[in-house]
């Protein structure tokens, strides 16, 4: 709409004293404005309705200044995303800032956040970046383990600039018929740079390898220099986040086209605790119970955290409250659950209570007390004790 500004300032004006009458038509240019696909706009009011603005204040100013310094289109809600011209099959998903409002953040350790905080700062501020005539950083890669929050870092940044998220899953754009794969990347780019938005490119690894890998035919190369010239045309105008589990094996001409870089590590013995409680709630444990599921998952994902917990809770679930108990479940799960990485924690916490009860009394994050040792085991102080001195002495 032209001259929304003007628009908006009079209907908060007006909404100082609203009457029905007044937010009955409200609320059909909000409805309007969603049908023509101008979805901030229709935000923007909605807000009025909803009280969400306070008076004398502007709240969406940072996300809307942010968006016209962003090239492309409105993106309307009944985008059609591209498509493979061989099978059919999309080549991307588009969520809209209404589907992404419910995102739960993952939970990062302090300098992390910072950092991801610091981006989507800097993001929502591109019209004074320019105005100082600094280059922003309108692209990121993000890389780390499976399960330790990515693609949920990725839908948080689009929430926070209410920007509709592009995702790519890059594995899918792969196809076997010659010269395919390269235009399927192409035509990804072309719709996204129409629009307002952020592109994220999973599984980035899938088609950005390295271009000498003696395991991969000729046909890589070519996918590789298609999308280092898409990334390079798109680094000045829009929003990129690229997600790998498998850096290793991106190319260094890709690293080099990305502005930031953020390595996102297996929760730290902080993380986890906060996971722990946070995955926890509903479950009949104790302080010294959560704190020991927090000690037990060092080197955990919080994906793999947060699946503990919910084995948990079936175990409850299944069984009378007062049958219940946090080292069983977690026992049985461990059996359930193996895995090929040696995790000394798990077998030890399967071996002999007293020497896990020493280890659990030496650990400097820790440091259990024997009080709460003896809770722990079901043991009296006299026993836990009685191991600890014997460990001393051996």
């Known amino acids: ?94 969520l809209l800032p ?87 990347i192409a035509t990804l780019f072309e719709f996204a740079n129409r629009y307002k938005c952020i592109l994220l490119l999973d599984e980035f690894d899938a088609v950005a390898k390295i271009r000498d890998d003696p395991h991969e035919v000729g046909e890589i190369k070519r996918v590789v220099n298609t999308l280092l010239q898409c990334l390079d045309e798109r680094s000045s105008t829009g929003f990129t986040i690229a997600i790998t589990n498998h850096e290793q094996l991106l190319d260094s001409a890709i690293w080099r086209r990305f502005d930031a870089r953020i390595f996102v590590p297996k929760p730290d013995v902080v993380s986890r605790n906060s996971i722990v409680h946070k995955y926890l709630e509903g479950i009949e444990a104790t302080n010294v119970e959560r704190d020991f599921l927090a000690w037990i998952t060092d080197g955990y994902s919080g994906a793999e955290i947060e699946a503990l917990c919910n084995a948990l809770k079936r175990y409850q679930v299944m069984r009378e409250q007062s049958d219940f108990s946090v080292m069983d479940a977690l026992r049985l799960n461990v059996h359930l659950s193996a895995d090929h990485v040696n995790s000394p924690r798990r077998k030890l916490f399967l071996s002999d209570h007293e020497d896990l009860a020493r280890v659990l009394a030496d650990d400097i994050d820790f440091n259990f007390r024997q009080d709460e040792l003896a809770q722990l085991f079901h043991k009296d102080q006299s026993t836990i004790s009685r191991w600890l001195k014997r460990g001393k002495a051996a």
């Open 1 to 94: 709409m032209e001259n929304f500004s003007i628009v908006l300032a009079v209907c908060r004006t007006a909404m100082q004293n609203p009457t029905d009458a007044l937010k009955r038509h409200v609320d059909r240019l909000v409805k309007a404005l969603e049908k023509q696909g101008d979805e901030d706009q229709a935000v923007s009011l909605a807000k009025l309705l909803t009280g969400i603005e306070q008076s004398g204040k502007i709240e969406p100013s940072r996300v809307i200044l942010s968006r016209q310094a962003l090239n492309g289109e409105t993106m309307p809600l009944s985008i059609i995303p591209p498509v493979d011209r061989e099978t059919g099959a999309s080549l991307a998903t588009v």
């Open 98 to 184: 209404s589907k992404l409002s419910d995102v739960e953040p993952p939970i990062l350790n302090e300098s992390l956040q910072a950092a991801i905080d610091s981006l989507a700062d800097e993001w929502a501020h591109l019209d004074k970046l320019k105005l100082a005539g600094i280059r922003p950083p309108l692209n990121c890669l993000i890389f780390g383990a499976p399960g330790t929050g990515k693609t949920k870092l990725a839908h948080v940044v689009a929430s926070r600039l209410s920007l509709p998220l592009v995702t790519a899953r890059l594995d899918g754009l792969i196809s076997s018929f010659l010269g395919t794969t390269a235009r399927n």
